[in-house]
């Protein structure tokens, strides 16, 4: 079939989602990915595609139809793609694991309002916030799987899911010292992120580059907007990332210079 | 095959729908409804399936698993009947349907948030959200099938989710005067809306059961709680709706009593 066309931000976990979904199918290919600089102004011509919204990514299908959010362009894939879906064949179990998917929202979202947070005296609710979700997992997978590491017996939908969010929230690690406390009730949730991370077929990120990328957010700037006092974003495609520092880690200080984040061209 | 088993508070929304699901299917007879008096503590059998969690309904298969959330429940029932499903067997159709899907979450929050709200000075902002909320799918509409007035050709999926939901919403229209205006771009809306309130599969509530049982929702007390000065949940299974008179509509007064209420028995 003609290639289905994905707009997308590389860095953005519910993109990097259909690139493991590809990976896993072993159908990289099929998809031609185009970047978009959320840095920019919008492409008037993709505009007109998404009839104004600008959330990404994207799917237009080889015959010119448009499908948006990130979960039902995943689950569409792994329909269309030929072959054997990813998704759990019997409908119970994967009615199991649509349940845990359902949480994913409310995780992620915990976790990017943690890092975009601004004031000291909100950590610890937020911290308190993230952890309350970690443990929901952690008793889901106890229920469904205590011997683990995945939902069902390999990398499945729910792990495509969720392993970009873990990866993402090594700015919580970077920027706000977040670890998952050693005891209660943490031990399952753990065993499958570090397994889910470990995957080879979610190596398209890294956490140095997740760090550089996501300065701007931490500072409480989210979607390639600007910190005060500066003029590039730490989503800029130039300078490259591999050429910049680490960011200083202490976001509660204020943001470091262009200069001194090596995005002064 | 053995029965699977809902358990559920029937005018609850999300129950309604796996009811419209199942009279669509033909097999109002392949599940068991079990009622839950949420005006009473919850059985502890029940609460030892859900592993502490109350939310309903809660669907135990034929071999005991237990699947909660109601939209999991839906797309499982839908997966598992014997015949052809309700979704669009069309991958793109399924993923168009499924994006419209994802707009109820926030469309029935707003709604109920608006019907909960106890400040007349936030009337206005509650109104504005849920007008935005359906436009925004009067726009979808347009989008995807101008002349309606469904989404597809027929009542499906998408319409199994909202009608409950547009029901329960005639406690916007009594307790606080809400109706779509004549202009501005509601028109689409309002056809698919009607179209599916008149479906005959979705007659499981009438207007005045809901104004009833919901009274309790419009003064700010949720899931069987007791506004101040009553005794008696407009919930009540006893005495029966049928048997009390219509409730005051001004919501911003106060509670009537559990006497004027016809809930003192």
Redesign the interface.
Known sequence: MAKHIVYHIPVCPFSQRLEILLALRGQRDAVEFRVVDITKPRDPELLAKT?GTTALPVLE?SDG?I???S???L??LD??LEGRALRRAD??E???E??LI?REGPFTMAGYLFVMNQDRNQRDAHRDKVLALYRDIN?FLV?QNPDGPYLFDDFGLAETVFTPVFKRFWFLEYYEDFTLPAEGGYDRVRQWRDACMAHPATGQVTQEEIVKLYYDYALGAGNGALPAGRAVSSFAIQPKWQDRPMPPRDKYAGSASDHALGLAS
Do not use: F, Q
Request: glycine share 0%; net charge neutral.
């Open positions: 009839r299908t139809r499908l948006k959010e979960l039902v362009i689950r569409y329909e269309a409908p119970v994967h009615a199991i649509s349940m359902a008793d229920d």
